[in-house]
């Protein structure tokens, strides 16, 4: 019922910026939240950013202070503002979405984006 699409990676050099962003689209249920994760190959999937209620958001320690995660609750796309790239922050990035239903929570996913990071 819902579908992600992430967009904005690419090739960035060391120390610079992306912004990456993910358009959910679909019937999509009023209670949710999205996040964004990134793999590295061979490496397990891991929480990058997400989004709490009332505009918070957490962070991994290894994003912190260098990525921001925000929302446009209209459009339904979320984006991760990405600065002062490092070479380990070469992954897949995926987006995620959470939708909080009485008959149990259901999780999408988008297909990834690849962010590469070159020195």
């Known amino acids: 019922q819902v579908q992600l699409e992430e967009s904005g990676g690419g090739l960035v050099q060391s120390g610079g910026s992306r912004r990456l962003s993910c358009a959910a689209s679909?019937?999509?249920?009023?209670?949710?939240?999205m996040a964004w994760f990134r793999q590295a190959p061979g490496k397990e999937r891991e929480m990058v950013a997400r989004?709490?209620?009332?505009?918070?958001?957490v962070y991994a320690d290894s994003a912190k202070g260098r990525f921001t995660i925000s929302r446009d609750n209209a459009s339904n796309t979320m984006y991760l503002q990405m600065n002062n790239l490092k070479p380990e922050d070469t992954a897949v990035y995926y987006c995620?979405?959470?939708?909080?239903?009485?008959?149990?929570?259901?999780?999408?996913w988008g297909k990834g984006t690849l962010v590469t990071i070159s020195e």
């Open positions: 989004l709490t209620h009332e505009n918070s958001s």
């Open positions: 679909g019937r999509i249920f009023g209670l949710n939240t």
């Open positions: 995620l979405l959470v939708e909080f239903r009485l008959d149990g929570d259901r999780s999408y």
